[in-house]
């Protein structure tokens, strides 16, 4: 029940975030099918190993906090795509360690910024968002996320992956509420149903 | 506009006086990048005034702030009214501030992370934008700081203490590389192995600290004899190893005469007395026989003890 709500407003949200994105890049970007499903943060590193594929990844992390609801928001960016998406961003220089930063914080205000401010928006919440901090680079998903398995909560997580046709391109994001936002967003979420 | 009451003027006194004292750098734009606002951090730390600066293009004032990277950002940031946000580790600052703090400033700079902040007009539409400068100095030096530990944690596990040469381990892994390289690669590639002759004799009549130094001595002789390309370890008490990279028999020949006449004939002084010492020598030029680096290791081992054998102080090629 919570679920479909949510599906629903994520779906708008990320409409909304990949409209953004491919107004800013000038392209075409296909639209996911948002998943939203309640993990044990200690199932959070499989989650995202899943998606791993002996692949390198990189990650931005950005906290959010509005009345009653918080979390973090993560993308996972493939390093073999951040030469690619540097030349859609139009950056000066294509190579070297700065430049995946770079990409890894410039594709997370852009992404998390839109989803969250369209979530806030359809639940009349005003999200503030923290400054995001750019994970260990260049190492396994599993070791990236071996600290987070220590916490026994329930987490809701939405996670969405973005492709762009034509372009070595993807990314996966992934939006987590704490156990603590759930009541207020249930209760958000049947309002609106109402 | 509606009209003020006093109590709305009195908040908006206060509240710009926040905005004025907030340890965090606030400047307004507009998109044509002339200064709105400029707060007390940003007076305090570019020594330029408000007034001074009111309305003029940031770039003009401050031509060091890359233009190109900038505009894109705040580009971004009217077009999508999103934030955009920036860590000192993709760029260290924005704006050169330098070091305030004589006795707890480390850096000669403050390190900056920066939000770029959309500000909407009663419309709607994205008219200025905002920038909102942090000083994360401390934990940008705390984090380098912990970086420089480590790499010189890595190198010390590498060094043998007493002499500065390769440890063992270290060594091992070089010789199994170089091993490597000669089967894919060929060429000539020649491992010497040597040890002081008598130490314990040394040890026993003069102290271990006299050991010691005879040691060092040793170490910082090969170190003087050695190209770039050379590795040379401690392999165990008194016995070294050097991995001579594209050489033969011949050269490594003309190296090892050179340290091995000049171990004979320069005496360690400790305590006023006068140690002279020599080392027995054994050479492999790697070829196709040994399996892997273990036996080529052997190899020179050998040609060490024939060397021993025939009375010390001299070298012996492994055939």
Redesign the interface.
């Known amino acids: 029940m919570l679920n479909d709500y949510l599906r629903e407003i994520a779906n708008v949200a990320m409409g909304r975030s990949s409209d ?1 994105l491919a ?2 890049l000038g392209i075409f970007v296909r639209q996911p099918i948002p998943k939203v499903a309640f993990i044990a943060s200690s199932e959070l590193h499989m989650t995202i190993a899943a998606a791993d594929d002996e692949a390198h990844y990189s990650a931005a992390c ?1 906290g959010f906090t509005g009345a009653g609801v918080a979390g973090e928001a993560m993308l996972l960016f493939a390093d073999s795509s951040f030469r690619e998406m540097a030349e859609m ?2 950056y ?1 220089n294509l190579d070297g360690p ?1 430049v995946n ?2 990409v890894l ?2 594709m ?3 992404l998390f ?2 989803f969250l ?1 369209g979530i806030g928006d359809q639940m009349d919440l005003r999200l503030g ?1 923290s ?4 994970l260990g680079q260049h190492r396994q998903i599993a070791e990236l996320l071996d600290h987070h398995h220590n916490h026994e909560q329930q987490l809701l997580c939405i996670e969405i992956t973005y492709t762009i046709e034509n372009h070595n391109i993807q990314c996966d994001m992934l939006v987590l509420f704490t156990e603590d936002s759930l009541p207020f967003l249930q209760q958000r979420l049947q309002y609106l149903a109402e | 506009m509606p009209s003020l009451n006093p109590e709305s003027v009195s908040s908006f006194h206060w509240m710009a006086d926040m905005v004025e004292s907030v340890e965090v750098g606030l400047v307004v734009l507009d998109l044509k990048f002339r200064v709105q606002m400029w707060n007390g951090f940003m007076e305090h730390h570019s020594g330029m005034t408000a007034s001074k600066i009111h309305n003029q293009v940031l770039f003009e004032l401050f031509p060091d702030i890359p233009r190109a990277w900038l505009s894109r950002k705040v580009e971004a940031v009217t077009l999508l009214n999103t934030r955009a946000f920036t860590s000192w580790e993709q760029r260290p600052y924005l704006l050169r501030f330098r070091n305030t703090r004589p006795i707890t400033g480390t850096e000669e700079f403050m390190y900056q992370n920066l939000t770029i902040s959309p500000l909407c007009g009663p419309s709607g539409k994205v008219e200025k934008v905002c920038l909102m400068i942090y000083d994360v100095t401390d934990i940008a030096s705390s984090k380098r700081a912990l970086e420089r530990a480590n790499d010189q944690l890595a190198k010390l596990n590498m060094i043998d203490k007493l002499t500065g040469l390769l440890n063992r381990g270290t060594w091992e892994n070089l010789l199994d590389a170089e091993f490597s390289r000669h089967q894919r690669y060929g060429g000539n590639s020649t491992l010497v192995m040597f040890d002081i002759d008598h130490f314990k004799a040394i040890n026993d009549r003069f102290g271990h600290l006299a050991g010691d130094e005879v040691i060092r001595h040793t170490a910082a002789t090969i170190r003087r004899h050695l190209r770039h390309s050379d590795s040379a370890g401690r392999y165990g008490g008194e016995e070294f190893g050097i991995i001579l990279p594209e050489t033969d028999t011949e050269g490594a020949l003309t190296i090892c005469e050179r340290i091995l006449s000049a171990i004979s004939r320069e005496p360690v002084t400790v305590d006023s007395h006068n140690i002279t010492y020599t080392i027995s020598i054994g050479v492999a030029p790697l070829t196709d026989r040994p399996k892997n680096y273990m036996a080529w290791l052997e190899q020179a081992d050998q040609a060490m003890y024939s060397a021993k054998q025939a009375g010390r102080n001299q070298i012996v090629t492994f055939s």
């Open positions: 953004l107004r800013l950005q961003l139009h000066d700065a930063i770079e914080m410039d997370s205000s852009i910024g839109a401010k968002l400054h995001p901090t750019v």
